[in-house]
């Protein structure tokens, strides 16, 4: 993967994002969270706190944000290969109406992987990795040079997005995939788009769902950011588990110019656990829920006695820069660790904020 110098300064924000199995979540320093506390709770269904909707007003559209995450092709580690936990995770933002039209749609996508031999060791430099997504890639994600494809994958979802727009749901799944997933044969999208669309047709449809008004307008420009670490992730010894870790921490944003008039910021945080012969401990079956979908079973309030859980605090400080330049949210006072000190954002914030103002200015860019 390579490294770009213009992530530096983002770098040093991403770790604060991480959260906690057995370690303390970093947004709430004093979390005393048991082992495997939030781990134990990646199937529990409870819904993530609602978002509170703006006024509905003529022109107002819904922003929406979708994460969607698979680590379901790791594998252990053997005598002759390296072990591997693999990362297969796609984020669309989405804007909509009020009669269920998509009006923009932005599709991206992240595949990694972080390897370990079999006495548990890490292999890859963890804390020297730049994790691109696959737009960021471009053509070095390598779809064409080698595998021969017609269009690189940011094109090829580029491609898919554009023909989202305009279109309901409905339309979009009935029009766009055959029953094969793909393109239909023949259709206008089959000459740009030759990949499986299956599941990024099922991510808008997601990401439609949990589309809602927060302030955006029409004529306003949608942004998709992530920034994305796997530095906490460590190898196992004689007492204790390796732990391969993604961070990926995104948000879905529309500005008017150099305004923000709608945010939404979620967070996935994939594990995948192996013991000291390099053996995968995790069900990588299971699903990978983002932290607003886990709500209250992501545990800083139960566990560490914050004030409001990682949702509904990444809701309150996405509310507060609405309305805001990137310089503004850039200027929030924080204090050593990050945390916010201005008083109409601490009654609501007490997590540190420093990845969420950069994950701002990334997408304003």
Request: aromatic share 6%.
């Amino acid at each position: 993967m390579k490294k770009i110098s213009f992530f530096l300064t983002l770098a040093l924000l991403v770790s604060m994002l991480a959260g906690c199995a057995g370690t303390p979540v970093v947004y709430y320093t004093d979390c005393t969270c048991p082992v495997d506390s939030h781990e134990a709770s990646v199937q529990a269904t409870t819904p993530a706190a609602p978002v509170p909707e703006a006024p509905a007003v003529e022109g107002a559209l819904k922003t929406g944000l979708h994460i969607a995450t698979g680590i379901s092709d790791s594998k252990s580690a053997a005598a002759e290969e390296a072990g591997e936990a693999k990362y297969d995770v796609t984020m669309v933002a989405v804007l909509v109406d009020d009669s269920g039209v998509i009006r923009d749609c932005i599709i991206d996508g992240i595949s990694t992987s972080i390897q370990f031999d079999t006495y548990g060791s890490l292999k890859t430099q963890v804390d020297e990795e730049t994790v691109l997504t696959k737009n960021e890639l471009g053509e070095n994600y390598g779809m064409v040079a080698w595998g021969g494809a017609i269009a690189e994958w940011d094109e090829q979802a580029a491609a898919l997005a554009s023909y989202a727009v305009g279109k309901t749901v409905e339309e979009l799944k009935n029009g766009a995939i055959d029953e094969t997933g793909k393109a239909p044969a023949g259709s206008d999208l089959a000459s740009s788009a030759t990949i499986y669309l299956g599941g990024y047709v099922s991510a808008i449809e997601a990401a439609v769902a949990k589309a809602v008004h927060l302030g955006a307008q029409s004529g306003d420009t949608l942004k998709l950011a992530t920034i994305t670490g796997i530095d906490s992730s460590k190898s196992a010894d004689a007492e204790n588990a390796g732990n391969a870790q993604l961070d990926a921490n995104v948000t879905a944003m529309t500005m008017n110019g150099e305004t923000i008039t709608s945010c939404v910021i979620n967070a996935v945080q994939a594990k995948v656990a192996f013991d000291a012969t390099g053996a995968i401990t995790s069900d990588v079956s299971a699903p990978v829920q983002t932290k607003n979908e886990l709500g209250e079973n992501y545990g800083m309030v139960a566990w560490g006695g914050a004030i409001a859980e990682w949702d509904a605090q990444a809701a309150s400080f996405a509310s507060y820069v609405t309305g805001k330049t990137a310089a503004d949210v850039a200027g929030i006072a924080v204090d050593a660790g990050t945390k916010p000190t201005e008083a109409d954002l601490t009654s609501s914030v007490t997590i540190a904020i420093g990845g969420f103002q950069a994950l701002i200015a990334k997408a304003a860019q």
